[in-house]
């Protein structure tokens, strides 16, 4: 079965850093990229990028370059996202998502249970 | 790039039909068939409804179809059930620079 299960609600300040990862198992972690979608406090979804673990290739929204960096550590099957700074507006609950390789697959067929990062000033 | 417009709410009652439309570009919606739908309850991580259009996931009701027309992707829910009530979102590819792009969401009701 695959899962994607997710770090616990992270309570920081501004201007802190933070990191929180994205545990998956039931698959070959190499061979799917990982993305993260954001949802503001009653608000949709945003996409904010997409790392492939097999050779590190990311793809950041133009609205999170610079301001988020993910990564993985393959000997744990385990992405990352990080804030070098958090601003208040950071606070969100953020979805790690699963994403078939190859041409075409261009969906995500399963998703972590969500952190919730709250950012205090 | 601009989040893909969804009305914001759609209601019906149960056993009737609905339709989400999902408007987009001819850069996204309007150039590639890779239109995905997700279902989110309150409290809950989304779930994959429909890929690439009109497709099913295994264990997905069929009531659940999807279509496309020009730069316009629809999700269709038939026999619409107490159980549908949630938020759906539209997805699309949009290119290898910035790939994906997610509709503003549509707040689905059964009366």
């Known amino acids: 079965e695959v899962q994607l299960v997710q770090s616990g609600a992270e309570v920081k300040k501004s201007g802190e850093s933070l990191k929180i990862s994205c545990k998956t198992s039931g698959y070959s972690f190499t061979t799917y990229w990982i993305g993260w979608v954001r949802q503001m406090p009653g608000k949709g979804l945003e996409w904010m990028g997409i790392?492939?673990?097999?050779?590190?290739?990311?793809r950041y929204s133009p609205s999170f370059q610079g301001q988020v960096t993910m990564s993985a550590d393959t000997s744990f099957s385990t992405a990352y996202l990080q804030w070098s700074s958090l601003k208040a507006s950071d606070t969100a609950m953020y979805y790690c998502v699963r994403r078939s390789p190859g041409v075409g697959n261009y969906y995500f067929d399963s998703w972590g249970q969500g952190t919730l990062v709250t950012v205090s000033s | 790039q601009s989040a893909l417009t969804q009305p914001a709410s759609v209601s019906g009652s149960p056993g009737q039909s609905i339709t989400i439309s999902c408007t987009g570009t001819r850069s996204d919606v309007g150039n590639y068939n890779y239109v995905s739908w997700y279902q989110q309850h309150p409290g809950k991580a989304p779930k994959l409804m429909i890929y690439?259009?009109?497709n099913r996931p295994s264990g997905v009701s069929n009531r659940f179809s999807g279509s496309k027309s020009g730069n316009t992707a629809s999700l269709t829910i038939s026999g619409l059930q107490a159980e549908d009530e949630a938020d759906y979102y539209c997805c699309s590819y949009a290119g290898s620079t910035t790939p994906y792009v997610f509709g503003t969401g549509t707040k689905v009701t059964v009366l």
């Open positions: 690439d259009v009109s």
């Open positions: 790392f492939y673990p097999g050779d590190s290739d990311t």
